[in-house]
C-alpha cells in the first residue's frame, strides 16, 4: 500500500481505507511494517527519484503503529531497480551521515524513540486528495501528502484537539521556527511546500534535544 500510494502516487484514500481496518488485528503495534526490500525495486526507483515522496512514506511508517523496518541504504538515497539493482553494496555510496537524508531519518527516529509515539494510538483527522493527517493522540500531529516536489504548493486545513491559541511546531523545519496557533475553530492552516511532509507538536512538548 505505501507503495502504491508513495511510490506510484495513487490516492490517498488507500491511507484512510488501510488504517481504518486496524481494528482487525488483536495488537496492531505488534505488526511489522516496510516499503521497501530485497524482493522489489526501490521505491525511489518508482518515483523517479522524488525525495520529498521518499520523506513522506518514512513518516507515515514511522510514526504509525507497529514496528518499523527501514531497508538498508535508504539513508543513502539508494534507487536500484529490479534484482540486482535492489541490493547495492552500501559501502559503494560512502557512509555519508550529513546528508539531508541521514539527518531527517536521524531525527525521525530520536523523535520515535523519546516520546514513544507509537504506544499512544492513532486517530485520522482528515484525509483530501493531496493530503493526509493523523495524530499519536496528542504527542505528534503529522501531515503527509503525494503531491512530490514537483506538486503544486498548497496549504492544508486540519481540525484538531488542541485548545485554542496552542502553538505547535514543525519538527521536522527546527531549528527554523514553523510553528502554526490553533484557532477559534479548532483547526490550523500549514502551508505544504515542496510536497514536504510535516510532523507538529505543541511547543510546551518541544525538547532541547529537537532543536
Not at 78 to 102: F, I, Q, R, V
Not at 107 to 134: A, P
Not at 182 to 188: C, E, F, L, M, P
Request: with cysteine; glycine share 6%; proline share 3%.
Amino acid at each position: 500500500m505505501l507503495r502504491r500510494v508513495f511510490g506510484n502516487q495513487t490516492s490517498l484514500s488507500e491511507l484512510h481505507d488501510w488504517t481504518k481496518n486496524k481494528d482487525m488485528f488483536a495488537d496492531t503495534r505488534s505488526l511489522g511494517t516496510f516499503f521497501d526490500n530485497a524482493d522489489y525495486p526501490r521505491i525511489l526507483s518508482l518515483n523517479n527519484g522524488d525525495v520529498s515522496l521518499l520523506k513522506n512514506t518514512l513518516v507515515f511508517m514511522l510514526t504509525y503503529l507497529g514496528i518499523p523496518s527501514v531497508y538498508y541504504g535508504t539513508e543513502q538515497y539508494l534507487d536500484g531497480g529490479g534484482d540486482p539493482y535492489n541490493k547495492e553494496a552500501l559501502w559503494l555510496h560512502g557512509y555519508n551521515t550529513s546528508s539531508d537524508m541521514y539527518n531527517f531519518m536521524r531525527r525521525m527516529n530520536l523523535v520515535r524513540l523519546q516520546t514513544q509515539l507509537y504506544k499512544h494510538g492513532f486517530h485520522e483527522h482528515t484525509y483530501k486528495d493531496n493530503f493526509y493527517s493523523y495524530t499519536n493522540n496528542g504527542i505528534a500531529t503529522s501531515i503527509v501528502t503525494n503531491v512530490g516536489s514537483h506538486g503544486s504548493n498548497f496549504t492544508a486545513r486540519v481540525y484538531l484537539s488542541y485548545d485554542y491559541d496552542t502553538y505547535l511546531c514543525n519538527i521536522l523545519a527546527m531549528p527554523t521556527a514553523e510553528c502554526y496557533r490553533v484557532d477559534i475553530t479548532n483547526a490550523i492552516s500549514v502551508p505544504i511546500t515542496n510536497g514536504l511532509p510535516v510532523v507538529l507538536m505543541p511547543t510546551t512538548q518541544i525538547k532541547s534535544w529537537m532543536l
